[in-house]
């Protein structure tokens, strides 16, 4: 089976006050030493779990766009040479979208990149600058114009939700955004996430977030104006064109393989979860002293992996095959759902079962989190 390969480049020139992410500011970078250690990364990956052929790479971040093309080609013709790629393979960049970065797109086109997704994050000048974002609105859009020139698929992000958002200020500002016509858009509510400068802000009564209500509403009508423009919802925060869903993402969300590499990332192969030391110095030391930046490998048990398929999938619109995912872990359809629940929550209007699909309806996507532990039984959640 094809696995998903995610590579990380920790850096950024700003960290922003939302993020709570594995991205780092720095003075200098040393790009020689970066690759080679990143592919020592990889090579220690592959020989572990064994050659499968890849069928998504993505880089992500911190900000990929700054690494220099010759290291994502560098990273792509060893990943090939290694694993091989399955056809049509999605190659996806992360990036800002700032006039030096996008300068950069024509190489990383070149490099292998085949998908690139854009960080716009807002419409309007003020809320870039209240994000702590680099970039101008007029900077936002003449990348994205590039990004279509050059890459086959582009998508990019907007941050809602945010302090005061009104749903006529959103409808405009997506219906602006549906306007580009890419095939893909990932639509975030503002989240302040713990040990972010957000979090300090609104300890120190700088800015009250968005209340429930609000944000509910917003949720709402991103769902019906994306479904009206022909970008349903196939996850809960991510929009596309029937057929230019994220492969890699939804290589998470299926519960498939992947390998994680570089400082801080996540992997999930052959039954075992790993992570990377997070801090760039400690990968890097690691890499040189042991020819691997693994910081934990732990193996996992047959129901915490279930778990861990059933709380993905059930993000996805489609839901997911109950009989499949207990065959896969040699478990039976009742170890996985609370099927009392989960009747309760399709009379309310929250859950549907089609066959030996379940999943989460429009009205239940805006309380995922409850209905996820409604459904789930606690016995597995605590295996």
């Not at 792509?76 to 190659?91: D, H, Q, S, T």
């Not at 190489?107 to 809320?127: F, I, K, Y």
């Not at 582009?154 to 959103?170: C, E, K, M, N, Q």
């Not at 009742?334 to 989460?360: E, K």
Request: aromatic fraction near 8%; proline fraction near 5%.
């Amino acid at each position: 089976m094809a696995r998903a390969l995610y590579i990380h480049w920790p850096f950024c020139l700003k960290k922003c006050p939302y993020c709570d992410f594995n991205s780092h500011v720095r003075d200098g970078v040393d790009h020689a030493l970066w690759q080679g250690s990143l592919l020592a990364d990889l090579r220690r990956e592959v020989e572990t779990c064994g050659a499968e052929p890849l069928d998504s790479v993505f880089f992500g971040g911190g900000t990929p766009s700054l690494m220099p093309p010759a290291l994502v080609a560098a990273l792509l013709a060893e990943a090939e040479r290694l694993c091989g790629f399955a056809p049509g393979i999605e190659i996806t960049l992360e990036a800002n979208p700032s006039s030096v970065e996008a300068a950069k797109f024509a190489a990383l086109a070149a490099a292998g990149v085949n998908r690139v997704s854009l960080g716009l994050q807002a419409l309007d000048d003020e809320t870039l600058r209240f994000l702590g974002r680099l970039h101008s609105v007029d900077e936002s859009l003449s990348a994205l114009e590039i990004a279509q020139n050059h890459f086959a698929r582009v998508s990019f992000d907007l941050i809602y939700a945010r302090p005061g958002h009104t749903p006529a200020a959103w409808q405009a500002e997506l219906a602006r955004a549906l306007g580009f016509g890419t095939g893909h858009l990932s639509l975030y509510q503002l989240t302040i996430e713990p040990g972010t400068r957000f979090a300090t802000m609104v300890r120190e009564k700088q800015f009250t977030p968005l209340d429930d209500d609000a944000a509910a509403d917003l949720f709402s009508l991103t769902r019906e104006m994306t479904a009206a423009a022909g970008l349903p919802a196939y996850e809960i925060s991510n929009h596309a064109r029937p057929g230019e869903e994220s492969r890699h993402n939804l290589a998470y969300w299926q519960y498939r393989d992947t390998i994680g590499i570089g400082p801080g990332a996540h992997g999930r192969r052959m039954g075992f979860a790993t992570t990377m030391h997070r801090k760039p110095e400690n990968w890097l030391a690691a890499v040189a002293d042991c020819g691997t930046g693994l910081a934990e490998v732990r193996p996992l048990g047959t129901r915490e992996q279930a778990s861990e398929a059933l709380l993905m999938g059930l993000r996805l619109t489609e839901g997911l095959d109950l009989a499949a995912l207990a065959t896969r872990f040699v478990l039976t359809p009742a170890d996985l759902c609370d099927f009392p629940r989960l009747d309760f929550l399709i009379t309310q209007g929250l859950a549907w079962r089609s066959g030996s699909r379940i999943g989460v309806t429009e009205a239940g996507m805006g309380l995922l989190d409850g209905v996820l532990a409604e459904v789930v039984p606690a016995g597995l959640l605590a295996a």
